[in-house]
Structures are given as C-alpha cells and as structure tokens.
C-alpha cells in the first residue's frame, strides 16, 4: 500500500499517515513526500510508535517503508510538539536529526538500498546470505547517518527576514559552529552570495565561510546580479545555478 502525501504538511502527514496504520492489512506500507521536514517528522514518530521502517531517496521524493506487522501502536497519540509548523522549523536545518534506541542511545536503523530486485534479494536470503536490501549503518541514508556529506546552501545573508544585524549574526553563529564533517561543499545562491564579498559586514562571512575548509560555490548569474564577480577568488568557484541539479544527484541538499 502506498500513501501519497505530496503536498501535505507534517500535521496533515501525520494524521493520514497514523489512519493509514490502523486501517493497513498489507505487510508493508510506504509512505511517500516530497517534504524534507515531512518526512524526518514522520520517520521519528513511527519509531516512537515501535514501527520498524526503512527510508529511500527516489529522484525528489522520500519513500519510507513501515513494517506494519513489526509491533508497533498505531494508536499511539501524537505528541503536539512533534507537529505543526514548530516542527517545519525544527527539523529543516543544517543539523541532522539523530534516532534514539530504547535505552535512549542514538543508533542508525538500517535502509534500503537501491538497484536490488525482488527475485536476486529473495535468492540471497535462501541461500542464507544477509538480506541484501540492507546496509550497515556506515552507509546509510544520509538523513539516518550522521556522517553522510550533504551539501549546505545558503540563499540569504541573515537567518529570518526581520532585523538584518540580528540574522547576519544568527547565520554567522550557525556557520562557525558548523560540522564539517557532515557536509561536502557551500552552495551560494541569490543573497547569498554577498556573503563572499570582503567588504560586507567587514569581512565577517567570507572569514568564517573560508575557515571551513570547504569547497564554495557561488552562483553566476547571483554574483553577476549584485556584481561581485571582480570579487570572486580561490577557493570561491562560480557555476551556472543550474549546477545544483548535478549536486542533486548524489548528495541531499540542506537550504538555509
């Protein structure tokens, strides 16, 4: 069984998502968004619920596969601050979301892998190998692993669109603390790029984006824009924007 739940925000993903689980009587269902915050609201709350699940990547949609008959309480309530807009905003930020066991450890459940048919992985478990279709932890999805790369793309010069001294500061503080481990490049694009300009904000932004030790991106066409091209220096490398779907392709994509 397959729930579409394009378009749904985390509250209306969730109540559908728990009706479905009460009403399911295949062995699986899937869950389908294209929600980024949809989706890491989801995956935490079934395994609050005891459901064991898998997620899966799939061009721009995220498949989470439940194990219906794994134990778990579909009737469990949900819990009001893992909903609604907070939990938008909570969960779609530069900072993985970790998974927590029962004796309150993180852990990385294990996730599909693609390109394995159903014929090759049921041949494997008969024959007594490891299910196929799961992978160690080490190489989970990157949503699931801690230390996957992303690549982190910044849009803006400031956090919010309030104060613009309050939100440069919040940006500057979110990228000096920054996990470099878990990411694989900077992408900036639209205001973002006035970042890399030495003279705005004194420097502060190219500074501590340089300290990162990153590889950078800007935007052509957003530097050309606010006129900065004369300014763009190794490291810095311009691309066309369209560059992003490439970056796409291989990495999940975190906007701020």
Sequence with gaps: MILDLTGNTVTQSMNRLQEALQTCKDAELTAKTDNEAVKLNL??????MGYRCTSERIGAYHHIAIQTNSGGNPSA?????DSGPAAERETTTAFPVGHMSGDGSEKAPPVRRRGMGRRAREAAIAAGQPDPMETPASKAHPMENPHYTSWLIIQSDQIGNRD???GFELLEDLLVHLDTTRYE????????????DPTYQGGRGLRVLLRKNLPILA????TAY??????IAK?????PFHHISKLAEHHDLVWI
Aim: glycine content about 4%; overall charge positive.
């Design 43 to 48: 995956y935490n709350l079934l395994h609050r």
């Design 77 to 81: 309530p949900l819990n009001p601050a």
């Design 164 to 166: 613009s001294r309050l």
């Design 185 to 196: 490049g900077i992408f900036l694009v639209h205001r973002g790029v006035t970042l890399l």
């Design 219 to 222: 935007c052509e066409k957003s």
């Design 226 to 231: 606010y006129k900065l091209e004369d300014k």
């Design 235 to 239: 490291p810095v490398k311009a691309v």
